[in-house]
């Protein structure tokens, strides 16, 4: 059966993604070409690497996004291009953005301009349709760290965020201070798995205070711990930093969720794929008596499903966007008071 479906790029970090999505939100394909390999030995993402790989790896993954949808750059059958707007990094951006809006406008098609954090929040749609509203999204990744209500799709409300550094980022930091190479959050989640969380005592920043985070006062406490105790075990370290940043995480999504009266807590954003962070959320919300809703890993982190996913909410209220749209590196997500 022909479904009307949806091409969505994302290229503004460093994974090259495309995927199809149909109107119902099946997913008919999606593509993911990581950039990992590339940037590991710089320790982290090179923006100049990032957009000459774009550039190189964006053609072949549309096509070969295409090709799994039984579809070819000839007879694309496709009904918009969405890709995302913002926020990452400038020229990462503009390949996905001017790639997309040259095929929408060889397609005769409309285009999307969408915010990419808004991409993340629809990624738990895609698995879980019938989640229901209001429900609070914890996002956490390498650049965010956001509790979000979602009183219906597309209305946002801000919840709290991070006043310092983003879960990610000191995931990020602590292991490439441990020397555990980039990225750095799968890296410490192995390796806390083989070490005692409760072996030393790093702070719960502002546990007990509102919905905001701080991250930077952890991270710097690990870096002290070692620097006093050369002969630490890094997986020690590794589990009780780990613990520290899961227990402020749940703690303050349970107390949100309870504000709120929402029916569900969902996970997004790369450190959603933590596996100490899925299973202490799953345990609280049991507990709490409401869902809990974890993405797959694929869905966690980025890529072009999710970009299609806002697409769909996207084109059905708004309708398309202008082939002058620009790029905006930092752009911000549309809230509601
Ligand atoms: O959402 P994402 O793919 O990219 C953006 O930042 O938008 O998130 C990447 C972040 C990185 O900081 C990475 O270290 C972290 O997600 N991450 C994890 C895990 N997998 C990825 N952090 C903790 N545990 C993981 N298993
Ligand atoms: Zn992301």
Redesign the pocket.
Known sequence: MEHNVILAIETS?DETAAALVASDLSIVSSVVSSQIDLHASFGGVVPEIAGRAHVELLEPVVDEALRRGGRTPRDPRIDAVAVTAGPGLIGSLLVGLSGAKAMAAAWDVPFLGIN?LEG?LFAAQLEAPDLEVPYVVLLV???HTMLIAVDEPGRYRLLGETIDDAA??A??KVARYCGLGY????A??RLAAEGNPQALAFPRSMLNEGLDFSFSGLKTSVVRAIERDGSLDVADVAASFQQAVVDVLVAKSMRAVEEVGATAIVLG???A???ALRAAMQEAATEAGVRCALPSLAMC??NAAMIAAAGWHRLRTVGGDSLELGADPSMALELVR
């Open positions: 970090c990419h993340h990744s390498g650049g990610g980022e995931y990020d990225p750095g959050g799968p410490i989640d954003g790369g450190v794929a933590n596996s982190t980025d």
